[in-house]
Structures are given as C-alpha cells and as structure tokens.
C-alpha cells in the first residue's frame, strides 16, 4: 500500500469507526459485531504505526467512546474512563500475558479476573458516602449526566455503608439486563403495542438514557462495580482484588464471578471454565477481563493512549447456528453502497430470532461462494449483527442453489451500478437524488461537525422525508414556509417546529470548511475539508478546481481528487449548492477561511480547552486555532502549551497548575487570537 492509499484508508476507517462509535454508545444500536469492530481498530492502529505523519488526536486509536448526547448535560470524569485491549484467541492472550512479564522482569502474574459484562458502562461519584452525580462512559473525558435515572437503580446504593469511606471517590461498573428481565421488559412492551428490544444490552442501554427517569424506574436494571477512579481520603488496598472487596463492604454489589487468577495457565483455563458456562448465567457476557492485580505494578506497566497495559478483555468465539439463504438481495447506503444481505430461513441464535444476514460485498459473496438456497454457518459475532460465517457444501444441491448476480441498475431510484477499480464496493450513481442515499446525506448535512442543526436527528428527517417536506438537503431552508403543516405532525407542535426553524436558520451562518465536510463528497472527511478551505480560501476556486489543483493539495490523492472534481462536475450538484448559497432561499454563508500563515506565534502550539466559553463554543475555539496553525487536544500533558479556561473549569485547569502550564482566562485568550 503507497502513501496516498495508506491516507484514503485511514480516512475511511477512522469515518467508520466514528459511525460505529456513536451509533454503539449514544445511539444504542450497533449495526456491526465487536469482532468486525476490533478489526477495524486493529488495522487503523496498524496503519497509523506504518504512517506515523498520519496520526491524529482526534483518531479513534486515541479515544473512547463516543460524544456525550445533547439532550443531557454533561459531566466531566475526574479519571478519565479508558477502553480495553482484546485477546481474541489463547496466543494473544499469551502474548498479552509475555508483554506483562518483561516489562515486569518477573516470572509469573497474579491476575484479578471476572466476566466481561455487556451492558454500559457508568461512572459514579460519591461524596461523604452520598452519590452525588452519575454519568455514562461517554468520550471517556465526559459522559452524559444520568444522576437521576442510577438512582432508580435498586442495586445502586444512595448512601454507602461501612468502615474508611473517603470524602469522595469515583465507582465504575456496568449497567445490564439480565435475560428474564428483558424477556419480561419486551412481554411489557408487545402488551402495550411499543417497540421491542433486539437485546439486553440496547434494552438497558436505552432505558439507562431515558430523559424521563420515571421511565427508567419502570425498567428491571442490574449493576456490578468493577473498579474505583479518583478518590480522595485515606483507603488502604494493594491490589484489585482488594478494591472489588472494599467495593462488596460499601454495600456496592460485584461480579459473583469475580476470581483471583495464578498465572496465565490458570487464567486460560478459567477462561475456559467461563465459556462453557456462558450460556447458563443469567446475564450476557462476551469475554472474561483480567487485570493485573498488583497496584503498584500497574503503575510501573501504565497507559496507552485510549487503554491500560495492565488489562485485557480475553473475548469469547461467537455463537453460531446453522440455517437456510432463501434470498440475497442488495441494500443502498448513504453514500452508494450497495451492500448484498442474505435472506435467512428464521433462526434462533444466543436466544435472538435471526433472518437476515451481511454478506458484506460481491468479493465476500464469491470468497465464501454463498448461493440463494444454501444451507450456511450463520454467526452473531460480538452478539448484535449476524454474519454468515461458511456454506455447508454437504448439503448443496447443485440442481437448486442460484449464483448471485450484483444488479446493473440501483433497486431504489434505478440508476446505474458502478465500480471503481481500486474498489471492492458497487455504488449507486444516483448520488444525492437517490432517496435511500438522501435521508443519511441529509442526517449527515445536519449533524453536529456538519451544519449543526440541533433538534434535526434522524427519526424526524425520516419523518420530513416520508411525509413529503423535504427530498434534498436544500429543502430544509424551505421548512420554514411550511410552519403550519409542520405543526400538525405527530410528536411536533408550535414549540418544537419553532425551535426546529430556529436551529435551521442558526445554521446558516457557518465556515467553509463545515459546509464542504456537509456536503457528503466521498472520502471528504473533517481533514480534508479543512485542508480545501484552508488552501483555496474562496469556495467558487474549489468548485472549478481540476484534479492537478486538487492533487497538489497535502494528504490529497488522486482518488479523493477525482471524487471532489466529480462531485463539483454534477449539474444536479451544483443546482443543490446555488440553492443552499443563495440568498433568497438558503442564505448560508461564511467568512471566506484565511489561509494559516506559517509564521503565526501559534504554529505548532497545543492547545487544551476546559470550561465554558462565553464569546462562543469550543468547536468554533478549535477552528479559530487549526486555523492559525495549533493544534487542540482533550488531555493535558507536560507537551500542552496553553490550557484555555472558561467558567467551571475541570480538573484538567487543576492538572495544568500543577504542571506549570500557561493557563489563558477567556479574556486572555480572545487578546491572543486577536494578535
């Protein structure tokens, strides 16, 4: 892979893993299994190790989680709440276990162990003993304030019990369902004609974010504490093990499952023990995660960038079942895709009803040679979204069975199936007139890095688009002449639809660079459409630049070229974006983007935000300095250069004072800007 591959490729899968991120942890509805996730990761993090200039403090491969939904206020985590490596077979854990031991020069590990629980995960602080806030995991820097609804948790203690409970301290552990409450929970929700569950993990992950507690008071939620972050007073524990016990003292209920683990033979064979007893606990795992136990050598072991050293997440093989492909037909996704999915005869795996599954692409389909009435391996990896894993060639009958052929026209809007040549992928050309393609091209036109319409998510774009108000995204600067019918929408009203044309109108006063990443052009990521804005400063230069202008451009290839050329080269295109530009109907403008001087003081400089800034919002802070050449990082290190601070600084002002890095008030920082 050359260098400008290489750059596609990591634009791509960081796109992906961002997608996959929020819609696992604020969405609750992962749409690809873990192990296709850890995959992903993996080969981002493999790429980013091979093209080191490509690294990003924004990239997946440094953070976690997802950013903390709008609709909830937030709360910053004194510890931040970092992931966990996988081990998905014995080598890695063995490797894992060879990693520990030479950086430890010791011979053998005492591991803390207990069942890796799929549920979400909460951070919960308490002060004198009485929880004060809770939050979700979040980013892993902020999590959504949950307060109200942990409260209605019954395993949740308001007051902990017991001896040496410091002044304050952070408790970690996992909310979760356990399988005859969610039986329960979904019995409920058909008796009352609602929506039902697709597992325990979504249906406590929803009820957990509920924005009327009520509603999670009436959900059956379970909680294990499996950890501490931050505390202040004087606790007396050595190991982990200890901690999980002082948690059981507090009253804090724990993973009965938990284990003190001698070395990587015995760890290995608990692991064992666990699986095969998997399917009789009364709550879903996917794993066992083991932690080294010593305190003091997780310390000497330390961090990487989104995990810790001293633990892993050792996961489980998924479940697999065998069934019949009754059909294989194509699915159309937000930028073309055409995505073959396989039909299934219904089956049950892992106690899920199963009828449809991935088949990923053409080149998968012809790898594993799945054929319409063949009797597959289907698997739920990671438990969410089923895979076919291998045909049964045992039971083929040839007389039968019927090789798939992609469409040459587009099942939705009929326009013509293509393929690029350094693609595995079939797309449709219809582009943005395709209706499958234009509702994700409108939710991505108003997400928050996008055009931030705030209010506009996708259930009621869904429900604009069904109900016939809009097609494009240039219709959303039309809504306002439909006030009246909008009212009279199910779930609307005055208020909502007013603040709904508020929010429209707010957006049209925005930058270059957010209005050419909205626009949806393929491979167009945040970077890029920076790095345009950035060089051609006048948006009409971009519009008729050829692809030897868009090419001389850093980090710029000649595919991504190609897409922008051909986007901007689409009468229909181009009939959109005079309509979301022109004054008598969008009206959306900016101040054309100054190109970043090199000589700028702030060339190079780290920046770290903390608080709230009153003169305007983070996201506009972190454009002014990318444009004048810093860089903005979420954690503070002896490698920031400046710590700006709003009111009701974090802990990260707190850090910074104690690492004697410059720290800028609001007014201080808006004189720097202006020099």
């Not at 996959?20 to 996730?37: K, Q």
Request: net charge negative; glycine share 6%.
């Amino acid at each position: 892979m050359n260098r400008d591959s290489a750059k596609i490729r990591i634009d791509d899968l960081r796109h992906q893993i961002d997608k996959h991120n929020h819609s696992y942890y604020v969405l609750d509805e992962p749409v690809i299994p873990d192990p296709e996730y850890d995959r992903l990761l993996r080969e981002l993090s493999e790429l980013e190790e091979l093209y080191p200039e490509f690294v990003s403090d924004n990239s997946p491969t440094k953070n976690v989680g997802a950013e903390p939904l709008s609709s909830f206020e937030k709360i910053e985590h004194i510890v931040p709440m970092l992931s966990l490596g996988n081990a998905l077979d014995e080598d890695e854990m063995r490797a894992f276990d060879k990693r520990i031991k030479d950086k430890l020069s010791i011979e053998n590990v005492i591991y803390s162990a207990e069942t890796k629980l799929d549920g979400l995960a909460v951070n919960i602080f308490y002060e004198n003993g009485i929880l004060k806030h809770a939050a979700t995991r979040g980013d892993g820097q902020t999590g959504e304030d949950i307060t109200r609804n942990i409260k209605t948790i019954k395993s949740i203690k308001p007051l902990l019990k017991g001896k040496n409970i410091p002044e304050r301290i952070e408790v970690r552990g996992e909310v979760f369902m356990t399988h005859a409450d969610f039986r329960k929970l979904n019995q409920q929700q058909e008796k009352n004609n609602q929506k039902q569950f697709a597992n325990p993990r979504n249906a406590a992950a929803g009820s957990l974010r509920q924005l009327d507690s009520r509603i999670t008071a009436n959900r059956p939620l379970s909680f294990f504490a499996y950890g501490i972050g931050d505390y202040e007073g004087a606790l007396d524990f050595h190991s982990h093990t200890q901690v999980l016990e002082m948690l059981k003292e507090w009253g804090m209920p724990v993973s009965p499952e938990s284990r003190k683990i001698n070395g990587l033979d015995e760890a290995i064979s608990f692991h064992r023990q666990i699986s095969e007893r998997r399917m009789t606990l009364a709550y879903d795992i996917d794993g066992v995660v083991f932690k080294v136990d010593d305190i003091e050598q997780q310390k000497i072991l330390g961090f990487v960038s989104r995990a810790p050293r001293w633990a892993i997440a050792y996961k489980f093989p998924a479940l697999e079942e065998m069934t019949q492909v009754l059909d294989i037909e194509v699915q159309v996704g937000r930028t073309g895709a055409i995505t073959p999915v396989a039909r299934l005869a219904s089956v049950k795996v892992g106690g899920v009803t199963v009828m449809n599954a991935t088949l990923h692409n053409l080149d998968e389909i012809r790898r594993k040679d799945v054929r319409k009435n063949d009797w597959v391996y289907i698997r739920r990896a990671g438990d969410v979204i089923p895979e076919v894993v291998s045909v049964i060639m045992d039971k083929r009958d040839e007389n039968k069975v019927v090789v798939f052929q992609m469409p040459t026209q587009c099942p939705v809007c009929g326009s013509d199936i293509e393929k690029q040549d350094n693609e595995a992928v079939y797309r449709c050309s219809g582009g943005i007139y395709c209706s499958a393609q234009s509702i994700q091209a409108i939710i991505h036109f108003a997400s928050r890095k996008a055009m931030n319409i705030d209010g506009l998510g996708d259930k009621l774009i869904e429900q604009l688009k069904q109900e016939g108000f809009i097609t494009t995204i240039a219709d959303l600067y039309s809504l306002k002449e439909k006030r009246e019918d909008l009212i009279k929408l199910a779930r609307m009203g005055e208020k909502s639809v007013d603040n709904l044309l508020a929010a429209i109108e707010a957006s049209k006063e925005t930058t270059l660079a957010r209005f050419i990443y909205a626009l949806g052009i393929r491979e167009v990521g945040e970077a890029t459409a920076r790095s345009l804005a950035q060089h051609f400063r006048v948006f009409q230069n971009i519009r008729v630049a050829n692809t030897d202008e868009l090419e001389s451009i850093q980090d710029i290839g000649p595919v991504v070229a190609k897409n922008i050329h051909t986007f901007f080269q689409q009468e229909h295109n181009e009939e959109i974006i005079e309509r979301l530009i022109s004054p008598e109907h969008g009206g959306i403008h900016w101040e054309e983007t100054l190109q970043v001087e090199q000589s700028s003081e702030l060339t190079g400089k780290t920046f770290v935000l903390t608080g709230t800034l009153i003169s305007f919002g983070r996201d506009e802070a972190k454009e002014k300095l990318q444009m004048l050449g810093a860089k903005v990082t979420n954690s503070v290190s002896k490698n920031t250069d400046y710590v700006v601070y709003g009111d009701s600084p974090g802990s990260k002002f707190d850090k910074a004072k104690k690492l004697g890095i410059t720290l800028l008030s609001e007014k201080a920082f808006l004189e720097l800007l202006n020099t």
